[in-house]
Every structure is written in C-alpha cells, then in structure tokens.
C-alpha cells in the first residue's frame, strides 16, 4: 500500500515538471522566435537562384516559428513560385539553377512551375537545370518535360532521358473481393463515372476507357508541343523521340534532347564562369526572406483546398490534407470581414468527396460574390473533379492548366457488404431496429428493394442539384451540361473547348483576374487566409476566451493538448537519428 502510494506520488511529481519544463521550453522558445531571431541578410547585388525540386508538395502551408525552425514547412509550391516570378524581374538575380530529383509533382503542378521557369527565361536572364537522370527504372517524362523550360539540360554522364510517354494505370479488386467475401453495392451516375468499376470489374469498361485514352492524349499533344517550341525541334522528331525512348545519356545528347554530360559539382563552376566570378548563389527560402510586401492598401486574399471535401475535419497545422467545409467558410469569413480584401482566388486541388460538404462551400462562395461583393476567382491545380468541380463553378472566373483534371460531372454513392467476409472469419452479429431501414446503411446486409430505391433517387438528386449548377453558373443549356456530363473527366485544355473552364493558366492567370474583377493595381498584394498564428499567438490564444462564430471552436483543453502532441513530435523529429524531411519542396538550397 505505501509503495503504491510513493508511486503514484512519484509518477504525479514527474509529470508535473514535465509540464512545467515544457511551458519553460515553450516560452523560451517564443522569446527566441519572435524577438531573438536574426534580420534576413540583404540579397547580394549579383545572384543566382538556387532550388532543388525533390520529394513531395503540398500547395501552400503556412507554419511560422517553431513550425517552421523544427520542421522546415515554411516553403511551398506556392512560395516557390512566387519566388521565380518575383526573381524574374528582380535586377539582383542574374540566373536561375535547378536542380532536379524525384519529384512528385503532378503535371498541372509541373505547368505551374514550368510556367514560371519560363517567365524567368523570358525576362532575358539564363537558366540551367541540372538532374543525375530522367526517372530511374521509371518514366521520367514529366521532369523532363519541366526541365525544357530551362536555357540548358545538364545529366550526369550514367544517367539516362527515361522519355517514354505517359500511362494511365488502374488496380480492379472485383477477384480479390470476392475471394473476402466483400460484395460491393455500388451506383454510378453515370457510365463515366468509372470509380466505382475497381471493385466492380476486372478491366476498363469502354466509356471509361475512352475518357482515359483521350486524356492520356491530351496531355501528351501538351508534351509534345512544350518540349519542341522550348528544345527548338520538330513536333514530328519529338513523337518520334517520345515512341523510341529511354535515352542512354551519349544518345540523348546526340538527339539534342541535353545540353552538357557532367556532374553537379561543374554546373555551379560553369554558372560563375559564365555570369562572373563574382556572383552569389540564394536558395528560395532565403530570397523569399528578403522581400518586403507594403502593408496597407487593397489586396486579395488566397485561400488554398486540397484533399477530400468533407464536412468537418482539417488539416492539422503539421500538414495534414483534406478540405473541411467547416474550416473553408471560416476562411471566406476571415477575408469577408476584412475591408481590405477585394477579391478573393481559390485554390482547388481535390478529386472530390461529400457532395453535402461541396454544396456547403460552393453556397459560402456564392456568398462572397452576391452579398459581401467580393469576386472569387477558382484557380485549378492538378484536379477539380466531382466535388472539386462541384464548388469550381460557383466562381465568377475558372482558370485551369491545360493538363489539370476537372469536371466528372457525376455522382457514386453505395456500400460494401462484408455478411460473408464476417461469416469466414467466425464473427456473427445480431440487432435489434425501430423501423425497417434502420439497417439501411449497415455492412452486415445487402440493400432491400426498397433501400435500393431509396438510394437511387438520392443519388439522382445529387446528380440533378450538381448538373443543375453548372447549367445556371456557367451559362450552358441543360442538354449541353449533360453531354458533358455523365461523370466524365476532361483535361484543362478540352475543358475550355467545353465552356466547363474560362481560361488557361497558373496562379498568376488568377491573381490577375482577381485584381482586374477587384479593381486592384497590378502590383496589390496577396495575403493567405486563414492567417495561421504564430508560436506566441497559440500560447496566448489557450487562454482567451473566444465568441463562438459561424462555426463552434475547438476547446481550450482540445487546443492544448493539440499543440502539447505538436511540440512532442517535432522535438523527436529534431532529435530523430533517422533522416526525416517534412519540407514541401525537400531540401531547398
């Protein structure tokens, strides 16, 4: 009995300093973050801009202070690329080298960057682009793609151009699921609408193979004419070239597909040679430090969605993904009340999810337009498809990249029977129900005829609700929504041939209308909400009292014990003796 109580005397003791250590580390690390951090050093008079594209992306992340020291997020696609735009006409910066790795950048995503790569190029500075091969074992296509947007291709002497063409590649589960016991009730609405088909069938169904083979492409025809407008060689010789690849690194050359055979080490040598002896080499994260944005004045906000739509929910402030409709009003609300927001972009990179939380932002977007009369302009990444079309067309102007994936106008609703599956496995279940479609959405019995048809005339209001939006907010006739409709996806380019788009373009298409619709100068600031607090702000905020707004917030407790499990996991990142990188953009230098 005394030795019980001695150890919970102990354990109590113990976790008590453990909280008071981790207020003092917390505030000794406020102090430092936001008082004690040293003043950027001034950009040189003649640099280079250096990058590095490797590993994953996210569009945008926000993390200040201990976010940012300990886990490096405060780079992304979106820093990136206003690093390259700003650079390009910043008379400091004198060239620009990348170089490239494994990275997983979707092809919208690489338009995104090659877009900018080539307004550097444009403005008359050089550029090079240095990689140890084009995919290894793999397709390196798409980088090398991006790579042509670059004065000069440097690879190293084993490395290889691995351009083999583009593929559209899909796993069916009907056999596996059987063999489970699993027993998929699934409605499509409607035959392009082919996700469904993976555990339904055992190969492509012809419309589905069809939408696929025209992306595939569409995409290519974007391949083909990027590579020879930028390479200088005939579109016929690039087919040719796509139809007989891999390259070994002697036959690329040959074909004029590189520039230079040589190691990494010699391109920054070469770089200096070439510019002067005397210029300096930035990465972006520290060029982006030196810039300055005026305060005051109109501006326009961007707001940033990517992942499944869902009702509530988030991304955690350590980079999680999802669109939450909850979270996604509270930042139209933020730039709603701000007086200095004009106009608002919207950055969508979602495949879909819940048409409840779709119907939910794309009313929050109408919103902003018709009664706070702030423009929204939709700015397409990589995919704006189902869901992600569903809020898409809300916004006064759509602008998409060529190879971005939008539209599948259609809806997918079911479930997974698993009776058989539990039947192996020796699991037997029993109920008892109020009323007979109690069991309605249950995995343990199929749907009744009933049910069926229940769910069918749900999955018909979503689909009538989703065509009906796009018949009144992009201007079209019923009957040509449902041409283009029926749950098929399009590229960007056979989009604006549609209607379903209004224009080609990145995110500085976007900004740009954005200014134009709110009457902004060109050169009026871009703000990201929602605004993510700093370090101190999120000490501070545990212990305010908050009005509930539109939406209820998180509890202080809830709060607390968020950032206590953040602190935690980024000290044994910190501390990790395995090598774990968190940066959107890799190692960026």
Not at 1 to 26: D, E, H, P, Y
Not at 349 to 368: K, L, R, V
Not at 418 to 430: A, N, P, Q, V, Y
Not at 493 to 510: K, N, R
């Amino acid at each position: 009995m005394i030795r019980t109580f001695f150890k919970f005397l102990f354990r109590t003791f113990f976790w008590v300093c453990a909280f008071v250590g981790f207020v003092l580390v917390s505030l000794s690390l406020v102090v430092y973050f936001n008082f004690l951090t040293p003043s950027p050093k001034p950009l040189a008079q003649d640099s280079v801009l250096t990058l590095t594209l490797n590993g994953s992306y996210v569009e945008h992340t926000n993390s200040k202070g201990l976010h940012s020291f300990l886990l490096g997020q405060d780079t992304s696609l979106y820093d990136l690329i206003r690093a390259l735009h700003q650079a390009a006409q910043d008379p400091k910066i004198r060239g620009l080298l990348v170089r490239l790795g494994g990275s997983d950048l979707g092809m919208a995503q690489i338009q995104e960057v090659r877009e900018a790569l080539l307004a550097f190029r444009k403005a008359g500075k050089p550029s090079w682009c240095h990689t140890d091969s084009f995919g290894e074992m793999s397709s390196g296509t798409n980088l090398y793609y991006l790579a042509t947007a670059c004065d000069e291709i440097w690879l190293q002497p084993v490395g290889a151009v691995n351009l083999t063409g583009l593929k559209i590649e899909t796993s069916f589960a009907k056999g596996a699921l059987e063999k489970l016991g699993v027993k998929p009730e699934l409605i499509q609405k409607k035959e392009y609408k082919s996700c469904a088909e993976m555990f339904t069938r055992d190969d492509f169904s012809e419309p589905s193979r069809e939408a696929k083979k025209a992306i595939v492409d569409s995409i290519l025809d974007q391949v083909v004419d990027g590579i020879a407008k930028d390479r200088k060689l005939p579109h016929d010789q690039v087919r040719d070239l796509i139809n007989n690849g891999p390259y070994l690194a002697q036959e690329a050359y040959a074909a004029k597909l590189i520039d230079q055979i040589d190691f990494y080490q010699n391109l920054k040598p070469a770089v200096q040679e070439k510019l002067g002896g005397s210029v300096s080499f930035t990465g972006v994260r520290s060029y982006l430090n030196t810039l300055v944005q005026e305060e005051k004045g109109g501006k326009v906000a961007l707001i940033f969605g990517s992942g499944v739509i869902q009702r509530e929910g988030g991304s955690s402030s350590l980079g999680g993904v999802g669109i939450s409709a909850d979270a996604t009003c509270k930042a139209f609300q933020a730039a709603l009340a701000d007086p200095d927001v004009k106009a608002i972009v919207y950055r969508i990179n979602s495949d879909g999810g819940s048409p409840i939380a779709s119907e939910t932002i794309y009313n929050m977007i109408h919103y902003a337009q018709e009664y706070a009369k702030k423009p929204v302009i939709i700015s397409m990444s990589d995919a704006a498809a189902s869901g992600g079309y569903w809020i898409s067309v809300a916004g006064s102007k759509i602008v998409a990249h060529p190879a971005t994936l939008t539209g599948s106008i259609g809806v997918m609703g079911g479930k997974f029977v698993l009776t058989d599956l539990f039947e192996k496995l020796g699991i037997s279940w029993d109920h008892v129900s109020t009323s007979e479609n109690a069991s309605m959405w249950s995995l343990n019995g199929s749907y009744t005829p009933e049910q069926w048809l229940k769910l069918n005339a749900w999955i018909d209001q979503m689909y009538d609700a989703f065509t009906r939006h796009v018949a009144k907010d992009r201007n079209m006739d019923p009957l040509q929504v449902e041409k283009v409709a029926r749950g098929r996806v399009w590229t960007g380019e056979q989009a604006i041939a549609l209607g379903l788009v209004d224009q080609l373009g990145g995110f500085q298409t976007a900004l740009a209308l954005a200014k134009k619709e709110g009457r902004l100068p060109e050169e009026a600031r871009v703000e990201v909400y929602p605004q993510h607090p700093t370090f101190l702000e999120t000490i501070i905020s545990l212990f305010e009292d908050k009005e509930e707004g539109f939406f209820p917030e998180v509890s202080t407790l809830t709060a607390f014990l968020d950032l206590f499990k953040q602190v935690r996991m980024a000290f044994s990142v910190l501390f990790s003796s395995q090598e774990i990188v968190y940066a959107p953009l890799g190692e960026i230098k």
